[in-house]
Nanobody, 127 residues
Framework: QVQLVETGGGLVEPGGSLRLSCAAS????????MAWFRQAPGRQREFVAGINWTGGTTNYQDSVKGRFTISRDNVKNMVYLQMNSLKPEDTAVYYC????????????????????WGQGTQVTVSS
C-alpha cells in the first residue's frame, strides 16, 4: 500500500511561483515512476509532469515546459513540482501519482499506469 500526501497549494498572483510537495510511503519508493496531474473545474484530469525512478528522465506537458520543474528525493521519499511564471490557466487541483510497476525507463503521460493517487491540493492563480 502506498500513501501520497500533497502540500504546497494556495493562491498566487499571475507570474508568481509555488512549490508543491508530495510525501510518499512505501519501502520501494525509489523504484516508482512519479507524476503530477491536474484537474480544472469542468475539465478532464491531465498530465502535467513526470519523473522516472532514477530522476534521469522527465516528461512535461507542452504548456508547462520551461515553467515547471519536477524533481525527487529518493532518500526522503519526496517528489516536488516547482511552478514558476504561473498563469490563470494553471488553476486546478493538482494530484501526485505513483506508478509502482518496476522501474520503467520512460515516463507515462496517461493516467492508466498510475495506481496510487493523492487527495490533491488546490492551486489558484488569480489577481
Amino acid at each position: 500500500q502506498v500513501q501520497l500526501v500533497e502540500t504546497g497549494g494556495g493562491l498566487v498572483e499571475p507570474g508568481g511561483s509555488l512549490r508543491l510537495s508530495c510525501a510518499a510511503s512505501g519501502r520501494t519508493f525509489s523504484s516508482y515512476t512519479m507524476a503530477w496531474f491536474r484537474q480544472a473545474p469542468g475539465r478532464q484530469r491531465e498530465f502535467v509532469a513526470g519523473i522516472n525512478w532514477t530522476g534521469g528522465t522527465t516528461n512535461y506537458q507542452d504548456s508547462v515546459k520551461g515553467r515547471f520543474t519536477i524533481s525527487r528525493d529518493n532518500v526522503k521519499n519526496m517528489v516536488y513540482l516547482q511552478m514558476n511564471s504561473l498563469k490563470p490557466e494553471d488553476t486546478a487541483v493538482y494530484y501526485c501519482a505513483a506508478d509502482t510497476a518496476s522501474s520503467r525507463a520512460y515516463v507515462p503521460s496517461t493516467a492508466a499506469p498510475y495506481d496510487y493517487w493523492g487527495q490533491g491540493t488546490q492551486v489558484t492563480v488569480s489577481s
